[in-house]
């Protein structure tokens, strides 16, 4: 099978309930499944509650969080599928952010070899990057995402609606995977994302602007759904921001997964300027942009040793060398770029003066 024959089924709509009834009606009665985490339980079962009755649909809600991505919270959902005799023609239905999917996609992926299954992301992390692109998986021995294969879910419902709950730090760490989608891919993406009113939010303009963002990531993914080449092109800002991200956790100053990204960009503009031509201008102007929306997560010089160490344990390295997606301009990619220890410490340097 290519790469091209797997993507699943992107749907935007703000009514979930139709949505799902004509996706749950294909299989037998008893034999579709629902997972949620306890946060989005709350508000997202009374949407589909109706649906829920119609199909006798059980569901079961692990706990929320990043800490409980691991191998109980898979365990929780293996056995509530075979205590509810799940088979091949079962269904699971996701509901919740990245953490959920991910995980859900996951468990459904391994059980009994393999169920069908549909995402319904609630975050915009998740509804333009993590529900996408069947990357599932969990957090092990402290690593993230380190165990999980790749399986597209059959379906993604995305319901805009949900955003007009999450606070705004959530909103900004889901905008930092539409910026890079932008950076990588298209300028007139990247146009449309700095000039989008964040204050006072169009949930119109805004659901265009997530479909666009959207279109890029599932390019990427049919062109090469496990990662062999141009897919790479998604880890922009990624080598040095989940540095970042771990760095921030070990030291007792967690920053969400956007924000750490926005400060791996910003350090991964610099080696783009430095090896492939990015404008100086631009590096500046985009990385005072980014700052003045995301803050800044500080760093001292006495931390680089430690933010390098981690770059050398990333997963999509290969052998020793550290391998990054750069971009030569906006909308331009470079995969699979070296660059030396030294170079990146400079980039690092750049961050922190900036
Ligand atoms: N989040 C990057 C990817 O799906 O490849």
């Known amino acids: 099978m290519t790469d091209s024959k797997v993507h699943s089924n992107i749907i935007f709509s703000q009514q979930i309930d139709i949505e799902l009834r004509k996706i749950v009606q294909k299989y037998p009665i008893g034999k579709v499944f629902l997972l949620t985490d306890q946060i989005a339980s709350g508000f997202c079962l009374p949407l589909i509650q109706e649906v829920i009755d119609e199909f006798s649909i ?8 990043e800490e409980n991505k691991n ?7 293996w056995d509530f599928l075979s205590n509810n005799a799940a088979d091949r023609k079962s269904l699971l239905i996701n509901i919740g952010g990245g953490m959920l ?16 299954f549909v995402n319904i992301p609630t975050t915009l992390l998740a509804q333009v990057d993590a529900s996408l692109g069947g990357k599932t998986g969990f957090n092990f021995n402290g690593l993230k995402n380190e ?16 955003l007009k709950t999450i606070d705004r ?6 905008y930092a995977e539409m910026l890079k989608h932008g950076l990588i891919k298209s300028r007139e993406h990247w146009d449309e994302l700095l000039t989008f009113d964040m204050q006072n939010i169009d949930y119109d303009e ?27 092109a998604l880890n922009f800002g990624h080598t040095i921001g989940h540095a970042f991200e771990s760095y921030a956790m070990k030291t007792g100053r967690p920053i969400l997964h956007g924000y750490a990204v926005v400060y791996g960009m910003i ?13 100086i201008d631009e590096l500046n102007s985009i990385s005072a942009w980014m700052i003045a929306k995301y803050g800044k997560f500080e760093i001292q010089e006495s931390d680089f040793e430690a933010l390098y160490q981690l770059m050398t344990h990333d997963k999509k ?11 030569s301009e906006i909308g331009q990619v470079e995969i699979n770029v070296d660059c030396s220890k030294e170079l990146i410490i400079e980039a690092l340097l750049y961050y922190k003066n900036i």
């Open 169 to 174: 730090n959530n909103f900004l760490s889901g």
């Open 71 to 77: 191998i109980q919270s898979v365990g929780l959902v």
């Open 147 to 162: 165990i999980g294969v790749f399986m597209e879910p059959n379906s993604v419902i995305i319901n805009t609606n949900f």
């Open 58 to 65: 059980r569901y079961v809600a692990i706990p929320s969080g």
């Open 206 to 232: 805004l659901q265009e602007i997530i479909a666009h963002s959207v279109a890029v990531k599932e390019w990427h993914v049919l062109n090469d759904l496990r990662e062999q080449h141009i897919r790479k």
């Open 317 to 327: 390295n290969e052998g020793k060398r550290i391998n990054f997606t750069l971009i």
């Open 267 to 279: 350090a991964e503009l610099y080696l783009s300027a430095k090896q492939c031509g990015l404008g």
């Open 101 to 116: 999917t991910d995980l859900g996609g996951f468990a459904a992926s391994t059980f009994k070899r393999g169920l069908d």
